[in-house]
């Protein structure tokens, strides 16, 4: 930005020369007559008329740069609300997870009482006793639900066809042999107690099971969550000790905060020098009322070099202070983690002092 300044400075006083020439010629054209003065008029008013024009675009950029400035404003709003629909995203996925290890303890209970009951069914009813269906073998609940729903409600009614043969059978008997039948009554009783006592065992035995793992689940649970915090503990740890490194990008945001500044000045330099060689021109125009086509052209191609600097100058403000965002962002981000770890190198000087304490307790108690 300097050296387009000093360059510009240097177009200036080219310029300012080439004016004195153009003076000593529009003295000589003076001389020739005043016959030129309208057409020097109309010159002047169409240059008056450009400058507006050029006063409009900058007066449109800015309002432009104040959209753009808006339309930020609102992006960190956005960003801000993006951040919080994703806490609560992954909220609502930690009770997804809680509520599918709900659902997986109900399945394993499911699954658990049914493999019982097929237990069950295969002591009472018997393999060789149960049609298969096409080439249907043998299942398990979780794996094909579908085919073992089939061989079970199969199997239930091969008990079902079971317990009704055995019943006519039973009155074919009875009507054949009332004795025998009350003997086979009463052992058949017997038999069905015992059943009764088996199968009230292997409940007993599914729930104590199933009691038993859910006591190890937890139990896994809790050990598993001490690992994570004692990682998460000794990470922070680490980064509490590393945390120096933030000075660095607090420096780097000073430097670019200083450069912003000092292209901004260099900005409202560039504009005064403008306005400053803007009025120059202005009342050297109405002096010299511009009588040279080939002077037009270079204020033209003067201005159009000015612009350029202009945009380029906005460009560089508009990076630097889109760099300056995203190190407030992270400086804000690293402050959080430096409060966190402070908050956790508390928590665990709080935990080590305690333990000398109780260290200390019971040392003494052991001395007594």
Known sequence: MGLEVDRLTRELDRVERELQIARADVSAAEKRGRAELDAIHAENRELLKRVADAEQGKLNAS???DS???????????????????????????????????????????????????QYLDKVVGIERTPKKG????????????????????????????????????KEVEVKYGDKFAEMRRQLDARWKQLDKFEGSVRTYGETKSQWRKKFAVKEGELEAIRATN???TAQLTTVRKSSSSASD????????????NAERRLINAQ???AAAEEKMSAQSSRTLLADSKWDARVKEYEARLKAAEEKVKRERQGGKERVG???VQLRNLQRQLEVAQKRS?????????????SGSSSRDTHR
């Open 68 to 118: 753009l400035n808006r339309e930020l404003v609102e992006m960190r709003g956005a960003r801000e609300k993006w951040r919080e629909v994703e806490e609560r995203l992954a909220k609502e996925q930690k009770e997804g997870i809680g509520k599918e290890g709900v659902w997986r303890d109900q399945l394993t209970e499911r699954n658990t009482l049914l493999l019982t009951v097929w």
């Open 272 to 274: 005064n020098q403008l």
């Open 326 to 328: 995203e190190l407030e």
């Open 250 to 261: 607090a420096m780097e945001i000073r430097s670019l905060t200083a450069r912003t500044a």
């Open 135 to 170: 080439s249907a073998a043998e299942t398990k609940p979780f794996t094909n639900f579908s085919v073992f729903h089939d061989n079970l409600v199969t199997r239930l009614k091969a008990l079902s066809t079971i317990s009704d043969q055995f019943e006519k059978r039973v």
């Open 231 to 233: 990682t998460e503990l």
């Open 346 to 358: 508390h928590q665990l000087t709080d935990v080590v002092e305690s333990n000398r304490v109780v």
């Open 63 to 65: 309002e432009k740069l």
